[in-house]
């Protein structure tokens, strides 16, 4: 009943919680909120509320990318987000957003990896994101992909003595480039808007996340449902842009 009835209101250019269709939920961001981590964030849109933490290890390179560090980002459905969760390893759901958020990040140049290098071939920073879905009220991506820029943001990287992690003296910061900003646009009926919460998005006929970095490049994207028209990526693209700029802002 109530995903028909925001259906009906998103027919007459209106919404369940009156916001206009390009406005997102209230955003809060707070940083370091995992002490045992290099880097943290907890981020919530609306009552959607997603942690991310940053730690970082050693290893070898990739064969191709032999002077490059390596970057690794992992989700968890919290069985207590959503009764639609399960518990038990990461189902296709969380494996799909993990990919989906390293694929806007990597994509994105946002870490400069080639300073992540400690000896080429042999040894570099590893750098690993796990993002933890602790409540569930729509549109988990961008909150997931703000988290995880968040806490990388956040992030300091050990030292290391004689082959050894310090990790009680954090040094430098992680060498960030780009702050890459994920929107996802929906479509529903004739109707496109932002940040869909959990009942607008169950009505959702197609959505495209758009991953958006500071010079306006569109680094990563990823359609979901139906077909969408060429003016309707063209518009939806324009509205990720936009959005992009002031979300951005609020990431320190």
Known sequence: MEERYALELIQKNKRIDDRSFDQYREIKIKQGVIKSAEGSADVSIGNTRVIAGVKMDLDEPFPDTPEEGILIVNAEFNPLASPDFESGPPGENAIELARIVDRGLRESKCIELEKLCITPKEKVWCVFVDIDI???????????????????????????????????????????????????????????????????????DSKLSIAVRDDDKICALQKMGGKLRVDDIKTMVTMAIKKSKDIRKMVK
Do not use: S
């Open 134 to 204: 602790i409540d569930h009220d729509g549109n988990l991506l961008d909150c997931a992909a703000l988290a995880a820029i968040a806490a990388l943001l956040d992030t300091k990287m050990p030292k290391i003595e004689d082959d050894e992690i310090i990790r009680e003296d954090l040094e430098n910061p992680l060498p960030i480039k780009y702050k890459p900003v994920n929107i996802t646009v929906c479509k529903i009926g004739d109707k496109i808007l932002l940040d869909p919460n959990l009942k607008e998005e169950r009505v959702v």
